[in-house]
C-alpha cells in the first residue's frame, strides 16, 4: 500500500447533472488510463469508486503519489453544494481518515491558477475537517463496519 499523505477536495466544475461516466470519458480524452479522482460524489450524494486508493491519482500536479482525490459534482463557484453532498462527503471523509488519519486540503492551496473545489465547497473545510474527525461519528462509524462485518459471516 501507497503512503498517503493527504486528501484533496475537487469539484467538477460544472452543472450539477453532470455524472461519474462523462468525468471519466472527459480524463480518458485527455489519455489518461481511468478516471484521475479516488471517489465522485453526485448531486443526490451517491459515492462512486474511481479508481482504487491503492493507485496513484491524477488530480493535483506533482502531489498525486501520497494522496487521495475526492471530487464532489457541481459548480462551486457559482453554486453552493447540496446538503446530501455534505452529508456524504463528511462520512467519506470519516471512513478515509480512520484509515489514513491526514489532513484534508483544497486543490486550490496548491495551484495558484484555480479555485477548485469552488469558493463554496472551499470555505467549509475547517467544518469537514472537523464534523469528519468527530469521535462519536467514529464510534457509529466503527460499530456500521463490525455489523457490516457480522453480516458478512452468515
Ligand atoms: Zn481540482
Known amino acids: 500500500m501507497r503512503q498517503i499523505n493527504r486528501i484533496f477536495l475537487h469539484h467538477s466544475e460544472s452543472p450539477f447533472s453532470t455524472t461519474f461516466e462523462d468525468i471519466k470519458q472527459w480524463h480518458l480524452n485527455r489519455g489518461w488510463r481511468d478516471i484521475g479522482y479516488h471517489f465522485v460524489i453526485g448531486q443526490y450524494g451517491t459515492i462512486k469508486i ?15 503519489n501520497d494522496s487521495i482525490h475526492i471530487c464532489v459534482i457541481g459548480d462551486f463557484d457559482k453554486r453552493a453544494p447540496k446538503t446530501k453532498q455534505i452529508e456524504s462527503l463528511i462520512s467519506l471523509l470519516t471512513r478515509l481518515r480512520m484509515k489514513h488519519d491526514v489532513k484534508i486540503h483544497n486543490h486550490c492551496e ?9 469558493r463554496n465547497l472551499a470555505g467549509m473545510l475547517s467544518f469537514l475537517d472537523k464534523e469528519s ?13 463490525l455489523l457490516e462485518k ?3 459471516d452468515k
Open 133 to 145: 474527525k468527530r469521535p462519536i461519528r467514529r464510534l457509529i462509524e466503527v460499530i456500521l463496519i
Open 50 to 64: 474511481g479508481r482504487p486508493v491503492s493507485k496513484i491519482g491524477a488530480g493535483v500536479y506533482h502531489h498525486n
Open 150 to 152: 457480522i453480516k458478512g
Open 110 to 118: 496548491y495551484t495558484t491558477n484555480k479555485t477548485c473545489p469552488g
